[in-house]
């Protein structure tokens, strides 16, 4: 069974059809290197849906223009974790944006993902476990794999007996807002160079892909698609976008629409001991009835990382339960 907070399967992944356009709110893409999305749709049937990134390189606005940025330090700008040969070989994504593995998996799981259901509390049986649920339900578990952010994870399992637990809820997660905005290609200036910019000394605008230049299928003919990445502040951010990309871009007249969103807490950050702290939790869960920890605030922060740290978690819990199964006297 899935428990599910929100009305909505995905949690970062928000992949929306406007108009003939494919709009992403969080991720738009993984490295072209990482087989665990790819395995994944090879096993959902959606393996030919994968789509290749087209245009390449990112430039650095300094202020006055675009100059050339060598493609390692663009990443680091832009806080991906990979080297040099990994941005090198590209971006992957779907051909209906990041959301399409998460629903054909939901159509696979369908009758056992429960929606609107936050688990407010996690008591320790015997064997196994009552998953309390806000409004007052509980489910009986034989065991958990606990795929929620860092800052809920942490407070639900100290609250369980895991102590220290608490210090994972501390984890700081950055907050941006992006902003996807439509235009007619008619209203650019001149041709777009590369897949966006990241800006050198960011205040109101941190970066800009061109998605529709990025990825195939992302805008209709004669329209073109670009997503701004902004730090919070105060305004509209859709308006600040574009008035930022106006300048840079040479945009006349008004976007078609724009899409806005806020991630409060988007991105976690992790810290020195953050390797540490995640082992010796994952010890101490080894003392409570089977449940594992999963997802972002972990093992990595992209999507494919966060796929590999559900399936790790998967397979270490089959193991201990099948083994207490065996033996249930076993520790
Ligand atoms: C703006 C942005 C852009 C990004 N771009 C990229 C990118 O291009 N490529 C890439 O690889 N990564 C990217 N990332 C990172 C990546 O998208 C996320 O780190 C990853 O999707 C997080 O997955 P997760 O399952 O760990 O957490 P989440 O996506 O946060 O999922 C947690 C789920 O748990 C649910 N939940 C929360 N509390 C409860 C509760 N109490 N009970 C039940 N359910 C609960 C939530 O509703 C949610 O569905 C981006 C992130 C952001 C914010």
Redo the contacts with the bound molecule.
């Keep these: 069974m899935v428990?599910?907070?929100?009305r909505h399967?995905?949690?970062?992944?928000v992949s929306e059809q406007v108009d003939g356009f494919v709009v992403e709110g969080?991720?738009?893409?993984?490295l072209a290197g990482e087989p665990e999305l790819p395995d994944l749709a090879a096993e959902l049937g959606i393996g030919d849906r994968l789509v290749d990134q087209q245009a390449r390189g990112t430039a650095l606005w300094n202020g006055t223009e675009l100059a050339p940025l060598d493609e390692g330090r663009a990443a680091a700008l832009l806080g991906i974790d990979a080297s040099k040969s990994e941005i090198a070989a590209g971006f992957r994504s779907f051909s209906a944006g990041m959301a399409e593995p998460v629903a054909v998996l939901l159509e696979r799981l369908s009758s056992k993902v429960k929606f609107a259901?936050?688990?407010?509390g996690l008591i320790p049986r015997k064997q196994g476990w009552h998953v309390a649920v806000t409004g007052g339900s509980v489910h009986e578990a034989d065991a958990i794999v606990l795929?929620?952010?860092a800052y809920?994870a942490g407070r639900l399992l100290e609250a369980a007996g895991a102590s220290r637990a608490r210090e994972l809820a501390e984890t700081p997660y950055l907050p941006?807002i992006?902003v996807s905005l439509a235009y007619l290609d008619t209203q650019l200036s001149g041709p777009l160079k590369g897949a966006g910019f990241v800006v050198e000394s960011p205040q109101h605008l941190r970066a800009c892909t061109y998605a529709s230049f990025k990825f195939p299928g992302r805008a209709p003919r004669g329209h073109v698609l670009l997503r701004a990445?902004l730090p919070p502040q105060d305004g509209d951010p859709a308006q600040i976008a574009h008035a930022q990309l106006a300048g840079i871009l040479g945009i006349r007249g008004e976007p078609l629409w724009s899409r806005t969103?806020h991630?409060n807490r988007?991105?976690?950050r992790y810290r020195a001991q953050h390797a540490e702290q995640v082992a010796d939790v994952r010890k101490r869960l080894r003392r409570l009835p089977p449940i594992e920890i999963a997802?972002?605030?972990y093992d990595g922060?992209?999507?494919?990382a966060?796929v590999r740290s559900g399936r790790e978690a998967a397979r270490r819990l089959a193991s201990t339960t099948r083994l207490s199964t065996v033996n249930p006297n076993s520790s």
């Design positions: 428990l599910e907070s929100e399967a995905g949690g970062t992944i969080g991720p738009d893409g993984f259901q936050g688990v407010s795929a929620l952010p809920t941006s992006t990445y969103y991630w988007g991105l976690p997802g972002a605030g922060a992209g999507v494919s966060c």
